[in-house]
């Protein structure tokens, strides 16, 4: 009997037929993996979503199962595949695992895309221009006000403000890594305070302050990494499972660096993060940043 976990999940391993390289990694339950056997093409689950989908139902990147087989505890399987149109990875790479972890904990890509994906899924360039101008409105301020908190001590009055004066770069990863594990686990439904779209824009909020607190601390000017650009790339991007976890691993890898460029890269990995879980929860990507104003408002932070 398969063992499924806690959540009724189990890990799959998809690997090509011919070449036995290893495509992706995913979950399924037992409804996907039936719909799987039955019509004889991968479907998988998204903790995220909370649904069951077909692999290649947007990008046309099907799989066709070859074989399924268990492990010796019966706790993961592995499926052998017809991988049709050549591309297994979301991000339009032939396999999810096109990069190498290099000694310095940065990634070098080893292949080259099979397709755009931002041809394939469509984006839509009205999100952009819908959003662009408010959502900079609304960051500039609170960029403005963490590094007035920085500039001028308020420690007695304001936390922001001894965080900042403290200058605790690997504190401030630590607790946004907190952030970003609850912020992924309230689209998966295991992190419940309200529901889905209030719990989005709380943990949304409180992954935007620490990134915005590493900025600051990090004296970078707001153009220097312009998160507002950031937030609406993930608003528009669709992340596997597999993506997720490598994107937020990747994101506080490089916030540990003293290479100012890398963390820049990982301060856009956060961000868009934060735009990706407001699209998965239907909320606008304006609603984090707005609910941080609102509390800086309150604290009487604003106009300082």
């Known amino acids: 009997m398969l063992k499924f976990d806690r959540q009724g999940l189990i890990p799959v391993v998809i690997q090509d037929d011919a070449t036995l390289e290893v495509l992706m990694v995913a979950f399924m339950n037992q409804e996907a993996l039936q719909r799987t056997r039955e019509i004889g093409y991968t479907h998988f689950f998204s ?3 909370n649904t069951i989908w077909r692999k290649g139902e947007q990008s046309g990147n099907a799989q066709e ?16 595949v017809v991988q049709h149109g050549g591309a297994a990875c979301h991000t339009g790479y032939r396999s999810c695992y096109y990069r190498h972890l290099l000694p310095d904990d940065t990634y070098e890509t080893i292949t080259e895309r099979v397709f755009d994906p931002a041809l394939v899924y469509k ?3 009205a999100v952009v221009s819908q959003f662009l101008a408010p959502l900079e409105s609304i960051m500039r301020q609170l960029y403005g006000v963490y590094l007035y908190l920085r500039d001028h001590d308020l420690s007695e009055e304001s936390n922001t403000s001894r965080l900042l004066q403290e200058h605790s770069q690997t504190y401030l990863v630590a607790r946004l890594a907190d952030e970003l594990e609850e912020l992924d686990e309230v689209q998966s439904g295991e992190h419940v305070h309200i529901d889905r779209q209030s719990d989005t824009t709380l943990e949304g909020s409180q992954v935007g302050y620490w990134l915005l607190l590493l900025a600051a601390t990090l004296n970078l000017r707001y153009d220097d990494f312009m998160p507002h650009v950031s937030v609406l790339h993930g608003y528009q991007e669709q992340y596997s499972e597999e993506q997720l976890i490598e994107q937020q691993q990747q994101c506080l890898n490089l916030l540990t660096s003293n290479d100012s460029s890398l963390i820049k890269q990982g301060l856009h990995l956060g961000f868009a993060l934060i735009g990706w879980a407001c699209a998965e929860a ?3 990507p304006l609603a984090p940043a707005e609910y941080d104003l609102d509390q800086m408002r309150r604290k009487g932070l604003i106009g300082k």
């Open 47 to 49: 903790r995220s979503r």
């Open 65 to 80: 199962v070859r074989g399924i087989f268990v492990n010796c505890e019966e706790n993961s399987l592995l499926i052998r």
């Open 123 to 125: 984006k839509d360039p």
């Open 282 to 284: 239907s909320i606008p």
